[in-house]
């Protein structure tokens, strides 16, 4: 199982971080996670393009993570690629229908089919997959995909504050992608920081971590966030950066 970063930023992009989007292959399976603003971009740079990619898995419904959603479905169909499945929690059918009733000429033109599911075990292009709510501004859905053979679990945790829970619903995944939005003295809620993650962390076992949806203010401050998440959590994180890949 191998992912690719293709967005790492958050609803303010830099230059060199989309908004959010992973992609998830497996031998000639492929679902993409999250299709936010510059997404479109970094898919068409990847080997199989956006015309390699039929399922879009959402985690919610907030622009930074949907934004290139219409754009991926319009290009699918100018390539001749056929229909696409957007599959994501509850709010995910009204989303869809409400983007088709504001772009309607794309009405009736292309296939897309809608599946909307919850906290439990489910299957997704080819990949066993089970969720869990987040703490988030809406109703949101962290995902962990099951190993196949050899490999090891992964984790993504969308945007959310890290809680207890969640972290044990991704323990002993081999890599673990979470929400780090902001340094330690910005004072927010819905996102954690680096010492907030860390707590969360703590006393569970994961090969190792991702720190994504990274706000500007994070930038030239990694070195002490990982510091203040270490002093809490002694596993291996690093930051997630646009175009890296790892093999699970």
Not at 57 to 81: F, P, Q
Request: charged fraction near 25%; include cysteine.
């Amino acid at each position: 199982m191998r992912l690719t970063f293709l967005g790492t930023g958050s609803a303010m992009p830099l230059p060199d971080r989309a908004q959010t989007g992973l992609l998830l292959e497996r031998d000639d399976r492929r679902v993409l996670v999250d299709c936010g603003a510059g997404v479109l971009g970094r898919l068409a740079a990847t080997d199989p393009g956006y015309e390699g990619v039929s399922t879009v898995l959402l985690t919610h419904r907030h622009l930074d993570h949907v934004s290139d959603l219409l754009a991926l479905v319009k290009a699918r169909w100018l390539a001749g690629n056929g229909g696409i499945e957007v599959v994501g929690p509850s709010g995910t059918k009204a989303l869809v229908d409400d983007l088709f009733d504001a772009f309607d000429y794309l009405d009736g033109r292309v296939d897309v089919r809608v599946r909307e599911v919850g906290a439990h075990d489910f299957s997704v292009a080819g990949f066993d997959a089970s969720a869990h709510e987040t703490r988030h501004s809406v109703d949101g859905l962290a995902y962990r995909f099951e190993g196949d053979g050899d490999e090891g679990d992964l984790t993504i945790s969308s945007d959310t504050e890290a809680f207890e829970g969640l972290a044990s619903f991704a323990d002993g995944s081999a890599v673990f992608v979470h929400d780090c939005s902001f340094p330690d003295d910005v004072d927010v809620s819905n996102h954690p920081t680096p010492a907030k993650l860390g707590a969360a962390l703590s006393g569970h076992d994961y090969g190792r971590v991702y720190l994504t949806h990274l706000y500007p203010h994070t930038e030239g401050r990694h070195e002490e966030m990982l510091e203040s998440l270490e002093r809490r959590y002694d596993g291996d994180v690093r930051f997630a950066r646009d175009g890296v890949r790892v093999e699970v």
